[in-house]
């Protein structure tokens, strides 16, 4: 007979293990955030906190830091320091065998240890899956014009309990090393099953068995939401989608009312995707007509070989009705999924729902593609002719040999083509036999003018699956506009002269300073001497001339492998540009491997400084009309006061510099184009800019116009008036873009609300704010075609300005000062160009990219 004591005894004992498998459970279901090669990980900027690698790796390793901090990575953690492996080595992690793992894993292609990152070609494996095959993070960055690469997969769960991923450099090359700068292995809950196998009736494909590759994230109609916004802890980043998006009919994006709340139902949790991305949807429009003739579709750039799941998430906003919105969905031009109907699926408004669809993606000619597309269900006659969809999300499934690989990508043929041109303008003889010199790379391109021609000859750039050496796994879901620089490459060794990359004739325009010179006017490059620091490098105030003429210099960062291109951009721009609202090149220097710059000093600094986040007074609304008058000046002058147009490309209000009398000067032309002639409406070219100015446009369809730097422009005009940057992580997800949010108040006539505080109160005429935001809103049009051009928003902002001096009452008077404005700019205009291109010879000024003429065309309102 058991006594109660021992039965007792026997349950305690028994609960004791039962605690005990738990922590073990729970122990090894703890999220591995490692910052490879740091002794001590560290806290991003999301605030996320990364632990060191080194008690998780086996095998010979050593640990770098990168020579050079890309300004486009979103954290010096974790991509600063990196883990190097010159032979195959593995890191180990107890995980637990009953969870499916997210593996993330971060790559920074940049100067480690003296080795070169065009060398690292290499293959990683996790428990019998080859994830990357022949892998080269530097083909992959500089082919999708990103600095950084996040590979995500959705691993099966370890029936060990031990996950090892193993880096192996490759055999086939020479030099071949490893390298990785960031793992992430974090549990996450099975969230995937079955998907219907599109084009094949009642036939499945079986995904909860499989290992995966995150290929593309995307909150439809909504913005970026971070890794610290994501839900469940996932740490996942959701994307805009709107650079997938096909051709010119995007739609129209909405949120969920105050009315409308998220809720989620049994069937899909948060794991499945956040708050964010259900309250935000895209959808095709009011218009009946013209919804029954196209298509909601988005192209993505995928592997051939390969099944992909689709993931379409849905919450209907808007109808509450079954029948009132009815759509089919197609994936690769085959019937997905016909007579969609959200409410009939959820019942209610407001709750989440997703579909699962697979395709198989066949080798074809060409780049393959996955489409995805919405279109109205008209035989079910609907209520509305319309379609919703609220996220998107691509999976590539592993092949039958458990392989996620695929290709690395490589430059489009236009490139290609643009650095053989430059080779032969540079190279006109053969090289002799057993010379190093054996072509260029993108950004080392020397010979003057030459070089603006493939700037502008390179293009966008494409993904291509075709004629390929390399292997790897293309996925990169960090999509395009990751990044605002594209990684180029700076010759290495020194310069003394003998290769420059200026041309004669832009060199003949400017001064050429001794870097001796450069060092005794900056103290020898003393830190108390810089002013500025920018991706190019650091800005320092120096003294020429016996010191006696004040100076900013700007010297590219001696490890940094960009600048050649924006380097002589600069000075084959400015060197032929002359106007009282653009900055001046004084002169350059380029010796022993340096490249700098020298301006006119400008001593009330940027734009920028003047607005938030300084001590200093701020400005008054009359100073701050000014400026931007001045600054519109200046970008007037660039897209008409020339035979081509020029575009900035750069607009911001870090680039708006302020000399000591307060006027305005346009700066920073490294990243300017020569634009379209008349036989031309855009030019075709890779997106570079600067976060939160972008031009949204030139985001879908890398096509840039002189626009673009109006819409950048129209982000600067409400920075101006809201004191704020244009983009601001810190605040709630719908304010984060200063141009989302204030074209919100603008439209909901609320804009008063955020204007700067010290602005309130002031002499501020409601008709002058009135013209100012309306200009402003104008600018910020998603189609170029409605933005207006510089001239209409010079004269705008003249128009606003004499409505300050000239009060209610007085708008006739106001309108004929501005015109007056407005002309004798136009007039001052013309002097300042015929100034310019008389010193210039003419057959010279005639081939180049950059050149001159009579102003004509003169625009109104």
Known sequence: MISNTQILFCLILLSLCTIQVLSADSKSSNPYILNCGSSNGGTDSDGRKWSSDSQYISGNSTTARAQYQDPSLPSEIPYMSARIFSSSSSYKFSVSPKQRLWLRLHFYPSSYNSLDKSDSYFDVTANGFTLLNNFSASITAEALTQAYIVKEFSLIPVESGNLNITFTPSSSHKKSFA????????????????????????????????????????????????????????????????????????????????????????????SIAPVDVYSTARSMGPDPEVNSNYNLTWVFQVDANFTYVVRLHFCELQVTKVNQRVFDIYVNNQTAQPAADVIAWTG????????????????????????????????????????ILNGLEVFKINDTSGNLAGPNPVPSQMLQDAEAAAAAENNPSPPAAGSKNKGLVIGGVTGGAAGVVVAAAVGFVVYQRKKRSHESGVGAWLPLYGTSTTLTSRKSGTNTGSTSHVSSLAAGLCRHFSLSEIKHGTKNFDESQVIGVGGFGKVYKGLIDGASTEVAIKRSNPSSEQGVNEFQTEIEMLSRLRHRHLVSLIGFCEEEGE????????ANGTLREHLYKCNKPPLSWKQRLEICIGAARGLHYLHTGARYTIIHRDVKTTNILLDENWVAKVSDFGLSKTGPNLHQTHVSTMVKGSFGYLDPEYFRRQQLTEKSDVYSFGVVLFEVLCARPALDATLPKEQVSLADWAMHCQKRGTLHEIIDPHLKGTSINPECLKKFAETAEKCLSDHGLYRPSMGDVLWNLEFALQLLEHPDGERVVAEVRANDAYAMHNATLAIEEKSTTASVPVDELTNSTVVFSQFVNQQGR
Not at 205 to 219: A, G, H, K, P
Not at 595 to 602: G, H, K, N
């Open 179 to 270: 390298f990785v700068n960031g793992i992430e292995v974090i549990p996450m809950p099975d969230i995937f099953h079955s998907a219907n196998l599109v084009g094949f009736d009642e036939q499945t494909v079986d995904v909860q068995s499989s290992t995966l590759q995150t290929m593309f994230r995307l909150n439809v109609g909504g913005q970026y939401v971070g890794p610290a916004n994501d839900s469940a802890g996932l740490n996942r980043t959701w994307y805009d989608d709107s650079p997938y998006l096909f051709g010119a009919a995007f739609g129209v994006t909405s949120e969920a009312q105050k009315n409308v709340s998220i809720r989620y139902s049994n069937n899909v949790s948060e």
């Open 348 to 387: 209610k408004i407001g709750v989440p729902l997703y579909k699962d669809y697979a395709a198989f993606v066949k080798d074809k000619a060409g780049d393959d593609e996955l489409w995805v597309a919405l279109h109205p269900s008209v035989s079910m006659k609907p209520e509305f002719y319309d379609a």
């Open 595 to 602: 490249m700098i710059l020298v301006y006119d000093y400008m």
